[in-house]
């Protein structure tokens, strides 16, 4: 109860944040003109279409994400509003799981905005709309989840500006995990390691990523879907309860 | 000595900032005990920087002690079961200003369980015993600093607490505004609960305080009741003004005086005690010198505490 008392109040807070607002509409903008302005390619029209949308729900919410993610701890310690909750009979994960889930929420509603632009211009568009796309949407929502997770990780110990660096490399190398071990395979022994180990720890966020299924009709089986729902929650967990610990252990001076 | 009026025990406790680029150490509070009795007043003080937020935040489980220990209404600081008990004001607080005071206060609430009805009028009692109902749905953005002291007060008192720690409640309060502060802190006192509260101006203390505890330096330096301490930080100086006091009175006088002013045909005389002051009256009718007042120095904390400041050395600490 009181950390869905607090998701709330961080869901409020966001609704009442002017940035954003911006970001979103910045977000709407961009997907509408560039859908818009794609109309000349009209071979591949329809591919290009979901790739570019799907693409561009995936880059304004992973920056909502980061950039509100890193708030989120540091600036109640900043702003000292920490001081009168942790006070109070709550416990410090209750309140970090309770500033997460509270972003959880608004990018929830962010993703069905979002998501909602780019069905409009799809049906105005006449492409033609199947289930996978909603699961390509569903994956992208719990990407954001393991971004936010990586934020609000890095804020425990970290300057906002340093996580948000932080949380954009594991954005960028997360994409990228699979060359980490092709490339890993090709350097000296120190090297390899180095990336082997980056491959095991950052996550394989190319996993989240349904676009080519979407685009070419492929078929992704319940199971797997599964599998890769499981993985993601796994990983938040795994971010949240490290977040724990360290937070844990803070002064807040 | 822990006994169940304890309401507050501190031992040994102390604090080690590490500070800049080297980790240079600030021993922010050193080896400090003391103890709140259940029902009173405590007045925590000590000049800026002794280490009064310091202490306070340790108790609030903010920041870890680096040695010692301290309980809360018999549970170690950071207790889930003494926080439910206890009500706290952060020094010059910041709330979350995108809420109106009647969300914020709302929002506290369910975070002490509380839900419903019963809440909400607990909210409408608060905000009423703060005078800020006329508030009650403005963001607290655009809160003065008098009023966001006042919402901080009502958020300290939404679960009802035992204990109330309120880190300088007065400063930055106008004349109004502290008077306002202090009743209601006399009426805290009066239902029954325990209030501890730090301040830099002694004369709040004088006015509203059972006991006391001086800091200086994250030392302690003087605890007790206010009526003792102000008693050892007496100095009995007595103010005399004469006018047309001869030369040979004026030499007289000296000899008495710990401190002498001369204004034109005025003369101003420090007397270090009230034995003295018989042999003086009778220099200046000698002299038929003009007495123009006598004025006994009315004792202070402020005494005690200037005495402290300028003498740096933490005193023996009075047991009452
Ligand atoms: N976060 C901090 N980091 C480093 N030093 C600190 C910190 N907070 C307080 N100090 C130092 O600890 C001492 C006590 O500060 P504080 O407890 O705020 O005093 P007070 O509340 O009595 O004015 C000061 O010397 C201050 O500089
Ligand atoms: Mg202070």
Known sequence: ?253 | MPSSDVVVQIDQLSKVFRVGFWGKRVTAVDQLSLSVRQGEVFGFLGPNGAGKTTTIKMLMGLIYPTSGRASILGHPIGDPASKAKLGFLPESPYFYDYLTSHEFLNFYGHLFGLWGASLDTRVDELLELVGMTHARDLQLRKFSKGMLQRVGIAQALINDPELVVLDEPMSGLDPVGRKEVRDLIFRLKESGKTVMFSSHILHDAELLCDRVAMIMKGKLVACGQVSDLIERGATHEVEMVVDRLSPEGLAQLRLLASKVVLQGERVMVVLASQQSVDEALDVIRAAKAKLVSLTPHKASLEDLFIREVRGGQPAAEVHV
């Open chain 1, 1 to 253: 109860m009181k950390v869905l008392s607090i998701a709330l109040n961080t869901f409020r807070e966001n609704l009442r944040d002017k940035l954003l607002y911006n970001l979103l509409v910045f977000a709407l903008l961009m997907i509408g003109s560039s859908l818009l302005l794609m109309r000349l390619t009209l071979g591949e029209f329809h591919r290009l279409l979901l790739d570019v949308g799907l693409g561009s729900i995936n880059i304004f919410g992973v920056l909502i994400a980061i950039f509100v993610g890193i708030g989120l701890v540091n600036k109640e310690i900043e702003k000292k509003t920490i001081y009168t909750i942790v006070s109070k009979p709550v416990a410090r994960y209750q309140f970090l799981v309770g500033k997460y889930l509270g972003l959880t929420i608004t990018l929830f509603v962010n993703t069905l905005i979002m998501a909602g632009g780019l069905l409009l211009v799809l049906v105005a568009q006449e492409v033609p709309i199947d289930g996978m796309l909603f699961k390509a949407l569903g994956l992208i929502f719990i990407e954001f989840m393991v971004i936010t997770a990586v934020a609000l990780l890095c804020s425990t110990f970290t300057s906002a500006t340093l996580s948000a660096i932080f949380t954009l490399a594991a954005y960028v190398i997360g994409h990228l995990t699979a060359d980490l071990k092709t490339f890993g395979a090709k350097m000296g022994e120190g090297g390899q390691m180095l990336l082997n180990g980056l491959y095991y720890v950052l996550p394989n966020l190319e996993r989240f990523n349904l676009k080519g299924h979407v685009i070419h009709h492929l078929e992704v089986s319940g199971s797997d879907l599964l599998l890769i729902v499981a993985y993601g929650l796994i990983y938040v967990t795994f971010l949240l309860v490290s977040a724990s610990i360290i937070f844990q252990r803070r002064d807040f001076r």
